[in-house]
């Protein structure tokens, strides 16, 4: 079994590797008993001409290969290229791709937009985090979106794509052919006009996002305002979202209680870390925990500012029996031993859901009855 497993996913990552290595993995591809499916070659200068040697494996009717990963290979636009042709391919069977680390640039992702439209082109996941792009990549983007496309993950993290770039993405959200529902636009220099946008998509009768990462942006309380009348719609469907290091405050605490109570609240995961929320944040928070319309269970507020004060109001809110969190993360904040112990104490407590809680980079669990 293991030796089939190894057949089937191979990781040749940070190995020295070059364009020569390559040309070894397409003859694999091509072999008439070909069972690759997961391939990792990243973190190896292939360069672009390594890129084009691999494609010709990657289009033999006898390749199987179902996850690519080329992070970081020094690869340029033109390896967009030839993926472009790959994707195009009547035996394309590409389902996970990465090319993130690599300086593909707008034109590479307007190429490799091209090969995301085909009849063809299976592809599901896309990763071109840091790949040095900007508003001109996301119109190539929403383009593709907008067509008939499998596209279900994208991560776009660490790229200059400002509100401009997510208005563009964002029409494509709406289109009746998106079939996202995993979105990661963390560190893209975003501000309150791109929750506007967003917020807008969210309330698309096509709306389909069920992850959306926008931590690291300055969002600001103003931002997740918007935001939320979203989160309120009855076309959302969002599961889980991510807005640590938005510079929030307690006024965003606020207008997400207003979200968890709401009788379309779909959230079940919510990331708040890094912000300056305090206890007065934690207060309002806990309200929308006791709602019989809030469906969360994991709840990050890892450097938030709270003392024991906060983690009364936390302590309150899980004894409700409306309460469905299951999942806690209080690490880096100063809740002073008695905020520790009401909290640790609900683990045993037999009434409340509670099981996992983080303090100062240790989890604690529920202890399991016999």
């Known amino acids: 079994m293991g030796e089939r497993r190894r057949a089937i996913q191979q990781r040749f990552a940070r190995c020295n590797l070059t364009k020569k290595s390559c040309e070894t993995f397409c003859s694999v591809l091509q ?6 499916k997961k391939l990792d070659i990243s973190n190896n200068n292939l360069q672009d001409s390594g890129v084009e040697l691999l494609s010709a494996g990657l289009k033999s009717s006898h390749c199987k290969l179902e996850m690519l ?3 970081d290979c020094n690869l340029t636009n033109m390896s967009c290229e030839t993926l472009c042709s790959v994707l195009q391919s009547v035996n394309s069977s590409l389902k996970e791709l990465d090319l993130s680390h690599n300086k593909l640039q707008d034109l590479g992702v307007m190429l490799l937009s091209d090969g995301l439209k085909s009849s ?3 592809l599901e996941m896309l990763s071109l985090a840091r790949c040095d792009l900007t508003k001109m990549s996301c119109e190539a983007l929403c383009s593709a979106l907008q067509s008939v496309n499998s596209l279900t993950d994208l991560d776009l993290r660490g790229n ?14 709406k289109s009746s052919h998106c079939k996202l529902k995993v979105l990661s636009l963390l560190y893209c220099n975003l501000t309150k006009k791109s929750c506007e946008k967003l917020c807008s998509a969210l309330q698309s009768v096509n709306s389909s996002l069920k992850e959306l990462d926008l931590s690291n942006n300055n969002l600001q309380d103003s931002g997740v305002m918007l935001l939320s009348d979203g989160l309120k719609s009855s076309h959302c469907k969002l599961e889980m979202l991510r807005l640590a290091h938005c510079y929030l405050t307690n006024v965003s605490c606020e207008a997400l209680c207003s979200a968890l109570q709401s009788v379309n609240s779909s959230l079940i995961e919510l990331d708040l870390s890094n912000n300056n929320l305090q206890d ?18 994991k709840l990050r507020l890892s450097k938030c500012m709270i003392k024991e004060e906060g983690c009364s109001s936390l302590a309150a809110a899980l004894k409700s029996d409306l309460s469905q969190l299951r999942e ?16 640790s104490d609900l683990l045993e407590d037999p009434q409340c859901k509670l099981e996992k809680l983080r303090f100062k980079d240790v989890w604690k669990h529920r202890v399991k009855q016999e």
């Not at 072999?31 to 690759?36: G, Q």
């Not at 200059?160 to 959200?173: E, H, P």
């Not at 690490?331 to 520790?340: D, K, Q």
């Open 31 to 36: 072999a008439v008993n070909s069972s690759l």
């Open 328 to 343: 806690l993360d209080l690490n880096y904040n100063h809740p002073a031993e008695p905020g520790v112990k009401e909290l």
């Open 120 to 122: 063809h082109c299976k």
């Open 69 to 71: 990963r080329l992070a």
């Open 280 to 297: 007065s944040g934690v207060e309002l928070l806990s309200a929308g925990l006791k709602s019989p319309h809030c469906k969360l269970k």
């Open 160 to 173: 200059n794509l400002q509100d401009s770039g997510v208005k563009l993405l964002s029409a494509g959200l």
